[in-house]
């Protein structure tokens, strides 16, 4: 007798290679160029644009008559004695990379999904719609214990890569599984997005789809880096139990080494603490993100990664 089939992994815990490539077709709606609709957060007041894709210098030559006097090169000109424009062409595409985490804090949620496959849905579309708007697009997967990292590259082979590496960071992820054991000074967000900004000198869009635990001091350092010379994008993957807890709530919670009890109804001043270690976070890296112009997106376990980007990039449908 044949052995039964594996069981397909419950989709709100943990997501497969086969979900994330079937991401695809459902989100085609969705765009990551500078126009965006009117309803977009990219619009927003406190939101900058994306700037879009880079111009390459392609030629130096003598002036006509109609080219637009700001790009004429005025020392080639005083060198010469006749006046010469430089010319430029748009990039045919832009690098992407898409930092995914998949850390153990990822592993957690109260309503309907993990943070941690909200983040790999979201990433599986964000990338998707990259690749078929003709971007070269890569990304670092990270979790506790590792860090996977994919140059872009415009190709279907190099995105089916990059999706592996998030389902296999993800199937990684379960309840004996420690958390990170290190101090904040040396955490695995500040690792990865020193990657990034290494990889990311200048003009890329770069996406971040974390919880951002154990955001720092460096972390802001490095926030402004990237966002200095790149588009920057946060994704903030939250649950609602990070906006409140219930008056009467009862949770046990462990890290894989030590565990834990909470009861709201009895210990006022713990759920008092709780709930300001949570939002403090999410409203520091807000914070930050609008001081250095990084739009800020929230991303709930409430609801599935495709409707939550439809809504926040304008399109209908979204809920």
Do not use: C
């Amino acid at each position: 007798m044949a052995d039964p089939a594996p069981l397909s992994p419950d989709p709100r815990v943990h997501v497969d290679l086969p979900r994330l490539l079937g991401l695809g077709g459902q989100a085609r709606a969705l765009s990551l160029l500078p126009r965006q609709p009117a309803r977009s957060v990219l619009n927003g007041r406190h939101a900058s644009k994306i700037r879009g894709r880079g111009l390459n210098f392609e030629e130096l030559r003598d002036y006509q008559t109609g080219d637009d006097i700001r790009s004429i090169d005025w020392k080639v000109t005083a060198r010469t004695g006749t006046p010469h424009v430089r010319v430029y062409t748009e990039e045919r595409d832009r690098p992407t990379l898409l930092v995914v985490d998949q850390r153990m804090s990822m592993f957690f949620g109260s309503q309907v999904y993990m943070k941690s496959v909200i983040a790999a849905e979201a990433a599986a579309i964000a990338a998707h719609r990259l690749l078929a708007q003709g971007d070269r697009v890569g990304g670092l997967v990270f979790g506790d214990d590792m860090i996977a990292e994919h140059r872009p590259v415009r190709s279907p082979a190099a995105l089916h890569r990059l999706l592996a590496s998030i389902a296999a960071a993800n199937e990684r992820l379960h309840a004996e599984a420690e958390a990170e054991a290190e101090a904040p000074e040396s955490s695995s967000l500040n690792r990865v997005l020193q990657s990034t900004a290494r990889i990311a000198k200048t003009n890329y869009l770069v996406l971040v789809f974390s919880d951002f635990d154990t955001a720092d001091a460096d972390t802001e350092r490095l926030i402004r880096t990237l966002a200095a010379a790149n588009d920057l994008l946060l994704f903030s993957v939250s649950d609602p139990l990070s906006r409140g807890l219930p008056d009467r709530f009862r949770l046990t919670a462990s890290d894989g080494r030590l565990q834990a009890e909470v009861d709201t109804g009895r210990d006022a001043t713990a759920r008092a603490r709780i709930d300001a270690a949570m939002q403090d976070r999410t409203k520091a890296v807000e914070a930050w993100a609008r001081k250095y112009g990084a739009p800020f997106l929230d991303l709930s376990t409430d609801a599935p990664a495709l409707d939550q980007l439809l809504r926040l990039f304008g399109h209908p449908g979204g809920r």
